[in-house]
């Protein structure tokens, strides 16, 4: 398989993986670096203050893209981690694993951030909210997949395990996107949509996307330097469990 002479396909190979990922960190962190600095530079500076909020919504430019992010990348944590199970490929469950901490660090981001924006507009850190329970309850989904995987020494049923487990936590996506229709909730409905046009400032929404933009970049970055550490991880563990075959072993070498 190849396109414009290049052949991707050996590029499943976590051998051939690891240095491929070494070349772009440094692309990807870069542009993250910038994004996110020109994102911070345009809500904090120049887009306008809210009328009814005054200064204190700005820190929606790190919470809305955040939580964006806490989403998104669960549904891509679960995507490689159902392709590992479909295909048996031991580079997707790696790629599910390598994504999982970025995961649960943006849904903490996202429920800090959210805290600090409630206690001037709510006048309190935390309520019950529809949406904060359900985003809470996605941070622990992401440290049980952590901690499902770490504690099964062998790597194929941790990897397996931990995929039905993010494959099963998926139902809780749409519940925290939708909880603010469904449900009577605290939590303001959503100020940019794809169907309707934005309801702030197009300053505003600049900054919130390209904030989003960074934080995906830095996503990426950050994922293919921890899918680098597992590769070597797992290189240095070649039985790959007490019950793998020899050609396993022989492949994972």
């Known amino acids: 398989m190849s396109f414009t002479g290049i052949n991707w396909f050996k590029y ?11 070349r772009m960190i440094p692309w990807f962190s870069a542009a ?20 009814q909020q005054g200064d204190a919504y700005r820190i929606i430019f790190v919470h809305v893209p955040a939580a964006w992010m806490s989403m998104f990348l669960y549904v891509i944590m679960a995507a490689w981690a159902g392709l590992g199970l479909g295909l048996n490929a031991r580079p997707s469950f790696m790629m599910a694993q390598a994504i999982a901490p970025t995961g ?15 206690k001037p507009t709510w006048g309190a850190w935390w309520v019950w909210d529809a949406r904060l329970t359900s985003e809470l309850i996605l941070l622990f989904q ?34 925290i996107y939708f909880s603010v229709r469904w449900w009577n909730t605290l939590h303001q409905g959503a100020s940019v949509s794809m169907t309707a046009s934005p309801k702030m400032a197009a300053t505003m929404v ?10 995906w970049m830095y996503s990426i970055a950050v994922t293919l330097a921890r899918m680098r550490c597992v590769i070597v991880e797992r290189e240095r563990q070649p039985a790959w469990g007490k019950n793998a075959s020899i050609q396993e072993v022989a492949e994972a070498r």
């Open 12 to 22: 499943s190979s976590p051998q051939a993986f690891h240095p491929l990922a070494g």
């Open 32 to 51: 993250a670096l910038v994004l996110i600095g020109v994102g911070l530079y345009i809500g904090f500076f120049v887009a306008p203050t809210d009328f």
């Open 104 to 118: 649960a660090m943006f849904t903490f981001l996202a429920l800090l951030t959210g805290s600090m924006w409630g």
């Open 142 to 175: 992401y440290i049980g997949i952590i901690l499902l995987r770490a504690s099964i020494d062998d790597l194929r049923r941790a990897d397996r395990a931990s995929a039905v487990f993010a494959l099963v936590g998926v139902v809780n996506v749409p519940i």
């Open 206 to 215: 600049t900054a919130m996307l390209v904030m989003t933009l960074g934080f």
